[in-house]
Each structure stands twice: as C-alpha cells, then as structure tokens.
C-alpha cells in the first residue's frame, strides 16, 4: 500500500515501528523492574509501587505490541502474497503465509510469548509468575530477529548476523525501552518530600545509567555487525538510501548518548542535596525532561527501524 506515492508501504512500516517500540517498552519495563528499581527499594510500600506502575507500563506495552503486531502480520503477509488486504483475507493467502513461510512460524511463535506474558501480568503477584513475564518479554523481543534481514545470511556468517540482532533488540529494550520506567519513576520520585524517595530516585538512577553503559556496548558493537552484514562498506553507507538512513540513525544514537553522559557525570550528582534544597528539584525536573528527550529520540530511531526492514539493504544496490 504505497500512500505517499513514494514506493514505501507506509502503513507496514508504521505497524512494524509501532510494534518494535511497543515490545521494547514492554520488556524494558519488566528488565527495569527486577534488575534495577527492586533491588534498590527500601520499603514494602514503595515495593508494591515500583511494581503496580511498571505493570502498568508493561501491560500498555503489550496491548499495543498486540495490536501493532496484528497489523505487521496482516499487511506483511498481504504483501508476500502480492495482494491487497482484502484479498489476501478473502484468498486465504493469511493461512498460506502463517503455516508455510518463515515469517508466519516466527509469528505464531510470538502469539504464544504474548499470550504467557499476558498471562504472567494477570498472576503478577507471584514471583514464578513475574521471572516467567521477564523470560517472555525477552523472548517477545528477540524473537523480532526471525523476521527481518538478519535471518537472510547462511552459515557460520549468517549465526553471528542472527546472534547480533538478537542481543542488538534485547540490549534496546534494556536501555530506550527502559526509559520510559525511569522517567516515571524520577516524576513520582520529584513529589515525594521524604529522603528516602531522593536517595532511592538517586540509586535507581545510577543503576540505570549501569545498565544503560552496558546496553550501549552492546547496542553499538552489534550494530556495528548488523551494519557490516547489511552495508558492507562506507561508498553503500552514504552512496544509497538505506545507508544514509542508517547514518541518521547512528546520529540519533550518538545525541542519545550524550544526553546520557550529561545525567550521569553532571545531573545525578545533584541528587545528593537535602530534600528542601533548589538544585536538587532542578536536578529532578532536568532528568526527567532528558528522559523525555531520550524517549523521544529512541522512538524516532525505532521508525527509522520500521523503515530500514522493508528497503533492500545497501550491500545489495550499487550506489
Ligand atoms: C538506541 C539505539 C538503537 C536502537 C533502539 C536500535 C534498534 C534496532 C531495532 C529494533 C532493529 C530491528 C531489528 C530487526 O528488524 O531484526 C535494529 C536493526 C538494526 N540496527 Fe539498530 N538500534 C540502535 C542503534 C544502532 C546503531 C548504533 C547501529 C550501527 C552502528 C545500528 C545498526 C542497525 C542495523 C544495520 C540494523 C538492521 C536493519 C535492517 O534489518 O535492515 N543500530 N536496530
């Protein structure tokens, strides 16, 4: 369906970047809830808290993960089959594509994680429950890897291509995907009076600006990987479309990292001042207005994502 005249199947692109920001706010919401925000809590009530609002997250996440994930899978099979919508639905070429392509296995394969986080988020309040929600989610968002470029390659090449975009989705999720838990957490964090609100929002912070150190390596060597198995050389990278959309990417990126740096060496520090001090509310307001900026940032990167997967990659073309 090509709306804007450009060649580019706009609504397929706009459900696959939904769905990819939708997943990794998901997971980014539940890694954010067991290895950062528990283990920094300091009371049962803030426990129970933390927890309510990152389910909250996470169960928004997933709502619209679903519905974005229908649409990709309608409008992708309709156009493996070279149909529009409605007559794919009426040749039942939907059927054809979910049990005899690769693309459909992968996708019943995510119906059922969905369905067993779903689950998992209901009975939230056992712990068995809330590891096997974390071990969905990720599978949810890896499992993204099995449905674009990256299962192309074959042999030894095309594993470490698949590993790569594995650890490149699920280190997403961790770090833009987690941000969203973090600024709510900083907003809530802003209008509490007490010091024991001030010194967890400050701990949680640098916790996940850890994580956040961690999910940058691993984003950028492994995009580095995707990018050398998908571009192959600097001529593709500037020379065509889709390598200059990658480099407007990698710009994002690099922006994103910089707001980071800031809140790291900078703003959190800030957070050390007693409860009633001005710099210390300044301080909140600017993490949480950077979080927003960083959000925005890693939702445009996930368009850019939604894009990227439907163009024939640069290695391909000759510039
Ligand atoms: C915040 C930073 C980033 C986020 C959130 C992000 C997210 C993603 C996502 C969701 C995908 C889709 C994976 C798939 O369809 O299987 C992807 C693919 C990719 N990423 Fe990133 N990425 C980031 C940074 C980078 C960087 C720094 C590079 C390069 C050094 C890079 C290079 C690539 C490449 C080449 C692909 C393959 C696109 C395709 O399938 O055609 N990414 N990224």
Known sequence: MDWLGTGIDSPLVVSR???????AMTAGALIFR???????????????????????????GLAVAAASGVCWFLLQ????????????????????????????????????????LAGCLTYDRYTSSRWLALASALGLIATIAGTGHAVSGVGEAGFMHLTADVLHLIAAAAWPGGLVSLALLLATARHHKDLAWASAAKDITRRFSTLGIVGVGVIFATGVVNTWMLVGSMQALIGTD???????KISLFATMLAIAAANRFFVTPRLDLRPEDAPRLVAFRQLTRNSMIEIALGMAIFGIVGLLGTLHPAIHISP
């Open 17 to 23: 970047a939904v769905h990819f920001a939708a997943t």
């Open 242 to 248: 889709y390598g200059r959309l990658l480099g407007l």
């Open 34 to 60: 067991a290895v950062v925000a528990e283990p920094a809590l300091w009371s049962e009530e803030a426990a129970v808290f933390v927890r309510t609002q990152n389910l909250c997250v996470a169960s928004l």
């Open 77 to 116: 099979a309709a156009a493996m089959a070279g149909l529009s919508l409605k007559e794919a639905i009426a040749d039942n070429a939907l059927l054809v594509v979910m049990n005899e392509t690769q693309f459909g296995f992968v996708s019943e394969l995510r119906l059922a994680l969905a369905i067993t």
